[in-house]
């Protein structure tokens, strides 16, 4: 039997509730540990990590692009959680964010490794 769906559903469930504590609402609690069950299913069936190789590009541009990608993903939580006011829904918003980083990450590495790509 397959245990990655499980045990991502409960990660997924665990994030849940770890977020509703924080921020009651259950749609968020809800969306939120669903992004989080589908990054811990890639994670945990394809084994694949979120801390492996970046992509490299050749070119100057792709290079200076990627490299501006990566700084707006990393200082907009940060920044947006400055500007509310530190306030648990922002705290919430940047899991949610974190978790659907993860969740696309996780899951494109999963089908390069399932096309035969990696």
Same mark, same amino acid.
């Given at each position: 039997?397959?245990?990655?769906?499980?045990?991502?559903?409960?990660?997924? *469930?665990?994030? =849940?509730?770890?977020?509703?504590?924080?921020?009651?609402? %259950?749609? &968020?609690?809800?969306? &939120?540990?669903?992004?989080?069950?589908?990054?811990?299913?890639?994670? %945990? !069936?394809?084994?694949?990590?979120?801390?492996?190789? &970046?992509?490299?590009?050749?070119?100057?541009? +792709?290079? =200076?692009?990627?490299?501006?990608? *990566?700084?707006? %993903?990393?200082? &907009?939580?940060? *920044?947006?959680?400055?500007?509310?006011?530190? +306030? !648990?829904?922002?705290?919430?918003?940047?899991?949610?964010?974190?978790?659907?980083?993860?969740?696309?990450? %996780?899951?494109?590495?999963?089908?390069? *490794? +399932? +096309?035969?790509?990696?």
């Amino acid at each position: 039997m397959n245990r990655a769906l499980p045990l991502a559903a409960g990660v997924g *469930l665990l994030a =849940a509730i770890g977020l509703y504590q924080l921020v009651p609402s %259950l749609p &968020t609690a809800l969306g &939120t540990g669903a992004v989080y069950a589908g990054a811990a299913y890639f994670y %945990l !069936a394809f084994d694949v990590s979120l801390l492996a190789a &970046t992509p490299r590009f050749e070119d100057r541009a +792709d290079r =200076a692009g990627y490299a501006l990608g *990566l700084f707006g %993903l990393s200082v &907009t939580p940060v *920044l947006f959680g400055h500007y509310a006011d530190g +306030d !648990a829904a922002v705290f919430g918003f940047v899991v949610a964010f974190f978790g659907a980083v993860a969740f696309l990450t %996780l899951s494109e590495r999963a089908r390069r *490794l +399932d +096309d035969g790509n990696a």
